[in-house]
């Protein structure tokens, strides 16, 4: 019993598969990373948001007296920039909507 052309027809479409599921599994193994990077890159530009929120804050708790009319641009900027990001994100947690009434007996 030799090595015929069905054998050699049935080897190739096996190379082609064995081909294709790596080609699926590099794709996958992209597709994780790039997922990995995007919540990085997200985790970054929250902690980046919340150092300049903290910063801004610290600017206006010590003019919170005498507020200048910089500190006054300022915080009206932030005011925007916070609603802005508030409407962006939604109320993911449920924190915005309030919670139903008791039911009643």
Do not use: Y
């Amino acid at each position: 019993m030799g090595f015929n052309l069905a054998d050699a027809e049935r080897f190739l479409d096996l190379e082609e598969t064995i081909t294709a599921i790596r080609r699926t599994q590099l794709e996958q193994g992209a597709l994780m990373v790039t997922q990995a990077e995007a919540i990085t890159g997200i985790a970054t530009k929250l902690t980046d948001i919340l150092a300049d929120f903290r910063a801004l804050r610290d600017a206006m708790l010590a003019e919170r007296e005498n507020l200048t009319a910089d500190g006054q641009a300022a915080l009206d900027a932030a005011n925007v920039t916070l609603t802005e990001l508030d409407t962006e994100v939604g109320d993911a947690d449920g924190s915005d909507t309030p919670p139903p009434p008791p039911p009643q007996p």
